[in-house]
């Protein structure tokens, strides 16, 4: 037999009010972040070439691209993927691709 008896416990909040407002912001939330969900650096382990995961990268060759780290199953997969040439949308550029361009495709 449930004898239990459920006692009514107002919510904290009162959200039927139209002015209500949120308590104040935590000392980190003062002001906005500049990197909100940009990390500081960037590691790929899938091979760009062969589209393989690398498990342990700790023998495998690599690139540093500003704050991006990529690493390769091997020193050939790697010199092919530098000797890529640019790929750029726009075949008509009224400029030369630079290196900053977008690689493959």
Avoid: C
Avoid at 43 to 53: A, E, R, V
Avoid at 66 to 72: A, D, E, P, S
């Amino acid at each position: 037999m449930l004898t239990s008896t459920h006692s009514y416990i107002p919510p904290a909040i009162k959200f039927e009010f139209l002015n209500w407002v949120a308590s104040d912001p935590l000392q980190r939330d003062q002001s906005q972040s500049n990197r909100l969900h940009e990390p500081a650096h960037l590691i790929n382990t899938i091979d760009p070439m062969t589209g393989d995961d690398i498990e342990d990268v700790t023998s495998h060759p690599s690139l540093e691209d500003g704050n991006l780290t990529i690493y390769f199953e091997t020193e050939v997969t790697r010199k092919a993927y530098n000797d890529m040439p640019l790929n750029h949308p726009y075949l008509r550029l009224p400029f030369p691709a630079s290196e900053d361009d977008d690689r493959g495709g």
